[in-house]
């Protein structure tokens, strides 16, 4: 009898998915909590360049090749003026931050954040406030970041200093309008109407940008998916991308359950897309609406912390969620996820990026360290780029509370012709055994092993401090490759990495 726990899988080169856009693998700071102040920005610190950034996170960033971060919201976006951001810093003014009820110095804004985006090799994804303004706020900011000069906000950046325009591509038009806690939340014919306007507006400016509109902000939320519906009903011909949101936590301490969550990733993605096609359909168009991941994450650890802190602080500890290794195996299978619909998630963001919810964390004055979430976000982001593949798996299944036939394996693989490498991403979700996996690569002769990296801990709840790094990575993964079959033992509960490359001869 074989062993019902054999996995077996087919990886052909010609069985492809999608390019991956590289912008799957960005992520996003929010002037929240730590994430601005004490996070990517802290004058005096010892690491501080001449801009005050730190750049100790700074190497951490680059070392995600992060290729696009989302600011400056999120939430905060919905009753920011952009304008106090911007001009002598002496002179901006402190104000009430509405959504997460602290003080906002205004220190860093708009052209300091594209600075550091280009300290750290990003790209900058821009949101603009749909919640207590609109278009012509909008209309302004666009002419100030993307408008070369002649005109009074395109010349008033470069009295501030910048006289090149920032030229920044990628556009959110507003932050969860949905949501009853947005400030100046909407319905979605209202906010599909803004966001037409404001988008018609921003690409009179300057017509090169993309948009992302608004969809629901969680699958929970009661208009789910009828406000993505009626908003791109309304606003199809000015946008490209529609948004989602999702964060997963372990509330009822139920491992099992907990890691087959990105299966709720994988049913919305579809019904977001599905969504997307019948507007189209409606509107006998020929454009495309793609899919903008724009916050993605685990978040539950804090939020009871969270409910204590005193409001109207600087920069207070908040969504500080500390990740434990159970965390990091559902940020990879989420990023499985996203990979396998590399046809439609062309933007995504882990939310958020530091202190905040995030994969690196700092302590103010003193030093950064990584979140057991950093490596499945890491190895994703350096190695998942060129082709997704589409793997034709066979694996053994369980049911969890709210899941049913929930695969225990999880694969996405990614095909890199030019550098001719295959990375094979995999998550065991097991909770005790090792599942042998049986992997049929005839298509790629000549191909061998490179690594086989493995993030695994005995202990689910293992998480990272500032003085022990306990989850970390290491290449010791069991796996070896011969007649186009590779075989890997994948140990319970694992993040799995095989890198295959094409053995180079000395043949010319
Ligand atoms: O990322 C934290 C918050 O989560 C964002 O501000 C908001 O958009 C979402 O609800």
Redesign the pocket.
């Known amino acids: 009898m074989a062993n019902k726990l054999q996995a077996t899988m087919v990886l052909d080169k010609s069985y492809q998915i999608s390019e991956v856009d590289q912008r799957i693998y960005g992520s ?1 700071i ?1 002037h ?1 909590g730590r994430a601005v102040y004490g996070g990517i920005y802290e004058p005096g610190h010892p690491e501080a360049d001449e801009q005050g950034f730190r750049k100790d996170v700074l190497n951490l960033v680059k070392e995600l090749q992060v290729p696009i971060v989302r600011y400056p ?4 976006v919905s009753a920011y003026n952009w304008e106090d951001g911007v001009g002598p810093k002496e002179e901006r003014p402190r104000r009430l931050e509405l ?1 997460w009820r602290t003080i906002e110095t205004n220190e860093m804004g708009t052209n300091e954040f594209v600075d550091w985006a280009k300290k750290a090799g990003a790209d900058v994804m821009m949101a603009v406030n749909l919640g207590t303004r609109g278009i012509d706020a909008a209309r302004n900011l666009i002419e100030y970041t993307n408008h070369p000069s002649g005109t009074y906000w395109s010349d008033l950046r470069r009295a501030h200093g910048y006289e090149q325009p920032h030229q920044i591509k990628t556009w959110c038009l507003g ?2 309008m949905d ?1 009853p806690w947005q400030v100046g939340q909407k319905t979605a014919a209202e906010y599909g109407k803004i966001a037409k306007e404001t988008g018609k507006a921003m690409k009179l400016v300057d017509p090169t940008i993309e948009l992302v509109a608004c969809g629901s ?1 969680n699958t929970d939320m009661p208009t789910f998916p009828e406000y993505e519906a009626t908003t791109l009903d309304i606003a199809y011909d000015e946008v490209d991308f529609i948004s989602l ?1 999702q ?1 997963y936590g372990n509330n009822s301490n139920d491992p099992a359950n907990y890691l087959a969550k990105n299966m709720d990733m994988d049913h919305f993605i579809k019904t977001v897309t599905a969504t997307c096609d019948y507007i189209k359909a409606k509107h006998r168009s020929k454009k495309t609406i793609n899919l903008s991941f724009d ?1 993605w994450n685990v ?1 539950y650890h804090s939020r009871e912390h969270d409910e204590k802190l005193e409001p109207w602080t600087v920069a207070p500890p908040q ?1 500080e969620d500390v990740y434990n290794f159970e965390d990091a195996l559902l940020v990879g299978s989420m990023l499985i996820t996203m990979l396998r619909h590399a046809d439609r998630v062309k933007m995504a963001c882990m ?2 990026l530091v202190n ?2 995030a994969p690196i964390m700092t302590e103010n004055n003193g030093q950064s360290w990584k979140q057991t979430i950093y490596y499945p976000y890491l190895h994703a982001s350096v190695f998942g780029r060129g082709v997704s593949l589409q793997p034709i798996l066979s694996s053994p299944k369980y049911d969890s509370k709210d899941f049913t036939d929930v695969p225990f394996i999880d694969c996405a693989a990614v095909y890199d012709e030019q550098g001719e490498e295959l990375t094979i991403f995999l998550v065991n979700k097991h909770l005790e055994d090792t599942i042998p996996l049986d992997v049929d690569v005839r298509s790629f002769e000549g191909y061998t092993i490179k690594e086989h990296i493995v993030l695994e801990h005995h202990d689910l709840k293992a998480a990272n401090t500032k003085d022990t790094a306990r989850v970390t990575p290491h290449t010791n993964g069991d796996s070896s490759l011969a007649d186009g079959k590779l075989h890997a033992q994948l140990h319970r509960t694992s993040w799995n990495v095989i890198r295959l490359h094409k053995t180079k001869t000395n043949e010319s």
């Open positions: 996003f929010e929240l919201g999120g939430n905060m959504a932050n969860e949501g902000s949101h964060y916050e978040w969504l939310a958020q905040v919810i």
